[in-house]
């Protein structure tokens, strides 16, 4: 498996308190990944990064900030949380070099807002 | 938006038998790629193809893309209770970025 941590594995919070997901890599890998994922949605992108301090928008960025400021670790924020936003949170890494690179998967943050 | 639609969304079969789900999708792609999903886990890479092929085989699995149709099929063959999981689809256009779809819940009862 590689080497992907994702924390906490499971987290509840209140409405309009901030919360930050973890996410850290031994592969050394140059491109990160946040999804969320929800019945009947499959997997959605967030944020990416392609390098340190490099980062860009996906699908459903709305509400969502994050930050790498060192290879192995990508933050993800809620700044302000909402109950639309519980969800399955899942960090992936990819190599980026050559062609076609699979994405390799966390085991997911649980995130519950009351 | 989603990008890939599987079909069937569950699928429900004996051990020993073939399991067939299928995705379509709606831009222009540079490859798609299988992942399979355990109950709890995150997901796996299972296969990729690239746009100029047509057929691809890893093992009792076999994947075919129709880029003129704009769809893929996933055949795991003489299935087993452990290919109990989800199958999702992602497309991969520019940049690095993945498409999934909602993907198909497959269960093989032994």
């Known amino acids: 498996d590689a080497g992907i941590t994702q924390s906490p594995r499971h987290k509840v919070t209140e409405t309009g308190t901030p919360v930050t997901l973890r996410c850290h890599q031994t592969?050394?890998?140059?491109?990160m990944y946040w999804y969320r994922q929800d019945p009947g949605h499959g997997l959605r992108l967030i944020h990416y990064?392609?390098?340190?301090?490099?980062?860009d928008k996906g699908e459903v960025s709305d509400g969502y900030s994050v930050s790498r400021s060192k290879t192995e670790d990508f933050l993800l924020t809620l700044e302000s949380a909402t109950s639309s936003q519980t969800s399955v949170y899942f960090c992936?890494?990819?190599?980026?070099?050559?062609?076609?690179?699979?994405?390799?998967f966390g085991d997911g943050t649980r995130l519950s807002i009351l | 938006s989603q990008q890939g639609e599987e079909d069937p969304q569950a699928l429900s079969i004996q051990e020993g038998e073939n399991a067939t789900m299928n995705c379509s999708y709606k831009?222009?792609?540079?490859?798609l790629q299988w992942y399979r999903q355990n109950s709890g886990r995150g997901l796996v890479h299972l296969i990729l193809?690239?746009?100029?092929?047509r057929e691809k085989h890893s093992g009792r699995l076999r994947v075919t893309l129709d880029t003129s149709k704009k769809s893929s099929s996933l055949l795991i063959t003489a299935s087993r209770a452990a290919d109990t999981a989800s199958y999702f689809c992602a497309t991969e256009g520019n940049g690095n970025k993945l498409v999934f779809g909602a993907g198909t819940i497959l269960r093989v009862k032994s």
């Open positions: 831009t222009s792609i540079n490859n």
């Open positions: 592969e050394n890998h140059r491109y």
């Open positions: 990064s392609y390098g340190v301090k490099d980062t």
């Open positions: 992936a890494i990819s190599d980026g070099r050559g062609d076609y690179q699979p994405q390799h």
């Open positions: 193809i690239r746009s100029n092929e």
